[in-house]
């Protein structure tokens, strides 16, 4: 599975993805996901490493549960490598939603992870 999902102490939501990550995979890890976020506003990490890409033949663009989860979210960190910046943020639609998401290189996750939790 190119995605797992777990939930931390602290109130973290994680996102493990490696490989390369389905559609079908995706929308469920986020259906696993949504009751999580929509408890209270969460802070959403994501840790990619052995990132090989999105599957190409499938429809990304269907945006509802992204539309109905976002007001929930707090903030965004990404953990990955400096090739994978640009395209993870095109794919969180990085400065178009109403919270942060910010990028941290694989050497600084404790970072990511104390900016997320810092208010």
């Known amino acids: 599975?190119?995605?797992r999902l777990n939930y931390e102490e602290g109130g973290l939501i994680v996102f493990y993805i490696s490989g390369v990550l389905s559609k079908q995979e995706f929308d469920l890890c986020m259906s696993e996901a949504a009751p999580l976020i929509e408890k209270k506003e969460a802070r959403i990490l994501g840790i990619v490493?052995?990132?090989n890409?999105?599957?190409n033949d499938k429809d990304w663009g269907d945006l509802s549960l992204q539309e109905r989860l976002d007001p929930h979210i707090k903030k965004m960190a990404i953990v990955c490598e400096?090739?994978?910046r640009d395209l993870t943020a095109m794919f969180t639609l990085k400065g178009m939603?109403?919270?942060p998401i910010e990028h941290f290189n694989p050497e600084n996750e404790d970072f990511?992870?104390?900016w997320l939790l810092a208010d």
């Open 49 to 51: 490493t052995d990132f």
């Open 97 to 99: 939603r109403d919270f």
């Open 53 to 55: 890409g999105w599957e």
């Open 112 to 114: 990511a992870r104390a």
């Open 82 to 84: 400096l090739e994978w």
């Open 1 to 3: 599975m190119a995605i």
